[in-house]
């Protein structure tokens, strides 16, 4: 809705449709913002080698090609008026165990990606970032201009490149941003009443992430969450993290796309600004699924930094983003939504997967 110099309402601005290229549509939040992308009247094609996503991860209605970033050449035409780049491998632990297959996928695959669009003349790239560039954050609210001193080989990649992203705005004009996003979780329906129409949410298998593991033990199938660590320099011991919906976060990609002007790289991290620590988000979970979730108090997890709290202020300046399900029960109880639909699912057919329509 756009508004005029005095606060009148003048309807919902004109949207000239585009077509754009997903990487990675097929995983969690890929598929969210194709099907915002979907739901704005653009032509989405995904572009995912189903390596951790699902193909019926993918939003009914754009085109899917299964195939892998590294040859996005075969894939991309002038057709395309840009592209939302996140395949990507993403799971901390495993990028230190296994660095070589985080440097060939994120940063190889992303030369070759980069390499394509510039052979289609295609010049328009959201790219997504992450906290984990940061490292141990240096101020409490962690702003884009803060030293980046990743603590993972999974952040160096993503550092890597935001650097590359950088370097071709520089050199061949191309409009790009990174999104640095917190912790990602909720889930997305496309129908008018809560939880209802088709579903896309977290479903990562291995699952590493706190909110989707702690329902798991609501919903039985876990018996207890494991606390890494309460003897953090935190209120409660437990380490804090700033929690976004990821249907804000689709907002924030379609705000980018439009933001983004030719040879400059706009570099924006997404957060609520709001710290919860891991007690409050079990205690959240008991309220709104009414289990009582047991809980073991484990060892710290490598890597982790005590507080992780973002400062969105240049979001909401230059994207003029605003987040709309910053209150975490309402984050939690989306997932938990999302993660009954699944559950019931793979109940009824014995395999995960599905949109839960
Ligand atoms: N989920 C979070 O909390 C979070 C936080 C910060 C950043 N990110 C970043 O956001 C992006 C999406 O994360 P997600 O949680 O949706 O992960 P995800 O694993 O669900 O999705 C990633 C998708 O990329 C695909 N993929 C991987 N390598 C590919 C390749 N070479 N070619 C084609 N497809 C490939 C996978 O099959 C998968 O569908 C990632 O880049 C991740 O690093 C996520
Ligand atoms: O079983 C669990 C799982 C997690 N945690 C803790 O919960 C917090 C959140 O963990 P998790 O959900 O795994 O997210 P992060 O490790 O904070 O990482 C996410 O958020 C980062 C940005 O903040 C992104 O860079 C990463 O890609 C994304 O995975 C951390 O303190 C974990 O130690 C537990 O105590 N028990």
Same mark, same amino acid.
Do not use: H, L, M
């Given at each position: 809705m756009s508004t005029t110099g005095n606060g009148t309402s003048t309807g919902p601005a004109a949207v000239r449709p585009r077509k754009y290229l997903v990487t990675g549509g097929a995983g969690y939040v890929g598929s969210v913002v194709a099907a915002h992308l979907l739901e704005a009247g653009h032509a989405v094609t995904v572009l995912d080698d189903l390596s951790t996503g699902?193909? &019926? %991860? @993918? /939003?009914? %209605?754009a085109e899917f090609i299964e195939g892998r970033i590294q040859e996005a050449g075969r894939r991309l035409d002038s057709s395309y008026d840009g592209v939302l780049h996140f395949a990507a491998c993403s799971q901390v632990g495993e990028s230190v165990a296994d660095p070589d297959k985080y440097w060939r996928n994120n940063v190889g695959g992303t030369i070759e990606l980069l390499g394509a669009m510039r052979d289609a003349g295609v010049r328009r790239l959201v790219f997504s970032s992450t &906290? &984990?560039? =940061? +490292?141990? /954050? @240096? #101020?409490e609210l962690v702003t884009e201009t803060d030293p980046t001193a990743p603590t993972s080989p999974y952040g160096a990649t993503k550092l890597a490149v935001d650097h590359m992203i950088t370097g071709e705005c520089r050199a061949h004009g191309l409009a790009a941003a990174s999104l640095r996003y917190f912790n990602v979780a909720g889930a997305h329906f496309t +129908?008018?009443? /809560? %939880? #209802?129409g088709a579903a896309y949410g977290e479903r990562h298998d291995p699952e590493s992430h706190l909110i989707p593991l702690v329902l798991q033990v609501a919903l039985g199938t876990r018996e207890a969450i494991s606390v =890494? +660590? *309460? *003897? =953090? /320099?935190t209120p409660d011991g437990t380490c804090v993290r700033d929690y976004i919906h990821v249907a804000d976060l689709a907002d924030a990609h379609l705000l980018a796309l439009d933001a983004a002007v030719e040879s400059e790289h706009l570099i924006c991290n997404l957060g609520n600004g709001n710290g919860f620590s891991v007690r409050e988000v079990i205690e959240t979970v008991r309220k709104v699924t009414g289990h009582p979730v047991p809980e073991i108090t484990a060892p710290r997890r490598g890597g982790d930094p005590a507080v992780l709290v973002a400062s969105a202020d240049r979001a909401r300046r230059l994207l003029g983003w605003t987040p709309r399900r910053a209150d975490l029960a309402e984050i939690v109880e989306d997932a938990w939504a999302f993660a009954r639909r699944e559950h019931g699912a793979a109940g009824a057919d014995g395999k995960q997967g599905g949109t839960g329509e």
């Open positions: 699902f193909r &019926a %991860g @993918v /939003p009914e %209605g &906290a &984990a560039t =940061y +490292g141990e /954050p @240096v #101020s +129908g008018t009443e /809560p %939880g #209802s =890494y +660590g *309460d *003897d =953090y /320099p």
